[in-house]
């Protein structure tokens, strides 16, 4: 794990932009094509806003989710929805964007689906970047959740699983951490000490998600951190 602090906000979202968008470039010129997992919620919101005004060649960037609610794009909790607005939207508006809800009842039966639409995505895929929660969740990967130890399971299947939220139980679809690591570049998007404190090896937070994650050798995470 690598940490790069800043000392604002806009200041820790346009250097991880950066370098996203440099990885992207390099994947587009290198193999023709790039791919991009990105997180929901508000957190990523600057880093969004600055990625999209990057002059990359965004016809050949696949963009999709690390995790979504399991509801319609017009909802206002989608993270497609989000995603939609935030990043493709400038330069970035040329990308193509692959959802993760599909037509399916619920998370567990549309789950496989899921993960088949993500085939059209270049694998090991070129950049993940990914937020975390106060309780230590990475993705839809709640401490607490039925199916979490097997989503945490770097050997299984690469894969797209149903999971819910503790506090706010919706139905949710993530990929699992097996997904996830297979990245040629992972980044943690994360603000606050509270959450800082969490990722603090010396901390006795080992049950949580994120430690699994962070306890990755390859790709190593690389966390942008402010304030």
């Known amino acids: 794990m690598l940490i790069m602090r800043s000392e604002s906000i806009p200041a820790a979202a346009s250097q991880l932009a950066e370098q996203v968008a440099d990885a992207l470039q390099a994947a587009v010129n290198a193999r023709g094509a790039a791919s991009l997992l990105v997180p929901g919620g508000r957190t990523p ?20 989710l690390t995790d979504e609610r399991w509801i319609p794009a017009e909802h206002a909790d989608s993270n497609a929805r989000l995603v939609r607005t935030e990043l493709l939207a ?3 508006a040329a ?23 993500l085939a059209t995505l270049p694998r090991p895929f070129d950049v993940v970047v990914l937020g975390m929660g106060d309780d230590g969740h990475f993705a839809s990967l709640f401490p607490g959740s039925p199916g979490l130890d097997a989503a945490l399971d770097l050997l299984a299947e690469p894969a797209c699983v ?8 919706l139905d ?8 996830l690591a297979d990245a040629r570049r992972l980044f943690l998007f994360i603000t606050g000490e509270r959450k800082l404190a969490l990722i603090d090896p010396a901390a006795a937070y080992d049950a949580l998600p994120i430690r699994s994650l962070l306890a990755l050798r390859r790709p190593e995470t690389v966390v942008y951190w402010a304030p």
């Open 172 to 179: 949710r679809i993530s990929l699992n951490l097996a997904a």
């Open 45 to 64: 919101l600057p880093f969004f806003q600055a990625l999209r005004r990057h002059a990359i060649d965004w016809r050949h960037v696949v963009v999709s």
């Open 90 to 92: 400038d330069a970035a």
């Open 95 to 117: 990308a193509t964007f692959v959802p993760l809800f599909n037509a399916a009842p619920n998370a567990a039966m549309g789950a496989a689906d899921s993960w088949q639409s």
């Open 162 to 169: 149903s999971m819910r939220a503790p506090a706010a139980p």
